[in-house]
Nanobody, 119 residues
Framework: QVQLVESGGGLVQAGGSLRLSCTASGRTSSNYVPGWFRQAPGKEREFVASITWSDGSVLYASSVKDRFTIFRDSAKKLVYLQMNSLKPEDTAVYYC????????????WGRGTQVTVSS
């Protein structure tokens, strides 16, 4: 089991930037795929981005591509989500999650961090 803890959320004006961090501990390995999801009030949780730990390949939701960047620090077991050109519709609770390569289910989740973008 992998334990995940997010940090870095907050309040920012539209057009601004934030960087979220996710610290992983426990049974991490090169075969895991951490990612970010978000859930806005009254909406379902949605996928934002993921990164394959072993080779760094990334995947983004179309709504954040070209604005958000996911990257990792292997030595520190940290996964980051750099969010630029933020929009009010990016307001949500952001969750760090992880799955194993070859599986579709993200089985490990953090508690989330609030991101609020004001117009």
């Amino acid at each position: 089991q992998v334990q995940l803890v997010e940090s870095g959320g907050g309040l920012v004006q539209a057009g601004g930037s934030l960087r979220l961090s996710c610290t992983a501990s426990g049974r991490t390995s090169s075969n895991y795929v951490p990612g970010w999801f978000r859930q806005a009030p009254g909406k379902e949780r949605e996928f934002v981005a993921s990164i394959t730990w072993s080779d760094g390949s990334v995947l983004y939701a179309s709504s954040v591509k070209d604005r958000f960047t996911i990257f990792r620090d292997s030595a520190k077991k940290l996964v980051y989500l750099q969010m630029n050109s933020l929009k009010p519709e990016d307001t949500a609770v952001y969750y760090c999650a992880a799955r194993l390569m070859g599986t579709a289910n993200f089985g490990s989740w953090g508690r989330g961090t609030q991101v609020t973008v004001s117009s």
